[in-house]
T-cell receptor
Framework: GAVVSQHPSRVICKSGTSVKIECRSL??????MFWYRQFPKQSLMLMAT?????????EQGVEKDKFLINHASLTLSTLTVTSAHPEDSSFYIC?????????????FGPGTRLTVL | GQSLEQPSEVTAVEGAIVQINCTYQ??????LSWYQQHDGGAPTFLSY????GLEETGRFSSFLSRSDSYGYLLLQELQMKDSASYFC??????????FGSGTKLNVKP
């Protein structure tokens, strides 16, 4: 199956700093990647859809100036949390959708746990 | 908008069969997926149904009824390692997934 990696897996930072999270599709080209956020014991919330070579599409309520997304190539999308605050502490997960003959599968990266002190 | 309902928690014993239901309301519906997530891990894909009926993959089966806006995940021959959270997710507008709140499955010996 398709493999998606994320780096780093865990990051702790001070309030006010910026953190960059990378999402890579390792064995396929992903024209579209997705960024989710998951708070403890809650569901995954779609933050934005990342399209290669164009601007990301953000979901309602997600600040695009705070969560900068760049999809520079068919295998790499990055999420930068700018001026992070403790309330940004969460599990950030990227995914890529792969179209199959049967429909659609979405493969997730292993996630990045962000802790802002 | 989208909404999904699934039970918050289910408990079953090893070797048993358990069914996790999911009802949804959405516009632009394309299909229903199921994902498994262990504590601290990322979701892993289990199944995707675009058409009505039952899809079987090993011990897991998934069902969809588009007319009833309803689906379920059936887990057979439960094992301890099946203890996890299970999320249903609707694919809408062709490219986006909206996740339910998840069902925590507790498998007991």
């Amino acid at each position: 199956g398709a493999v998606v990696s994320q780096h780093p897996s865990r990051v702790i930072c001070k309030s006010g700093t910026s953190v960059k999270i990378e999402c890579r599709s390792l064995d396929f080209q992903a024209t579209t990647m997705f960024w989710y956020r998951q708070f403890p014991k809650q569901s995954l919330m779609l933050m934005a859809t990342s399209n290669e070579g164009s601007k990301a599409t953000y979901e309602q309520g997600v600040e695009k100036d705070k969560f900068l997304i760049n999809h520079a190539s068919l295998t790499l999308s990055t999420l930068t949390v700018t001026s992070a605050h403790p309330e940004d502490s969460s599990f950030y997960i990227c995914s890529a959708r792969v179209r199959t003959s049967g429909g659609a599968e979405q493969f997730f990266g292993p996630g990045t746990r962000l802790t802002v002190l | 908008g989208q909404s999904l309902e699934q039970p918050s928690e289910v408990t079953a014993v090893e070797g048993a069969i358990v069914q996790i239901n999911c009802t949804y309301q959405t516009s632009g519906f394309y299909g229903l997926s199921w994902y498994q997530q262990h504590d601290g891990g990322a979701p892993t894909f289990l199944s995707y149904n675009a058409l009505d009926g039952l899809e079987e993959t090993g011990r897991f089966s998934s069902f969809l009824s588009r007319s009833d806006s309803y689906g379920y995940l059936l887990l057979q021959e439960l094992q301890m390692k099946d203890s996890a959270s299970y999320f249903c997710a609707v694919l809408y507008n062709f490219n986006k997934f909206y996740f339910g709140s998840g069902t925590k499955l507790n498998v007991k010996p």
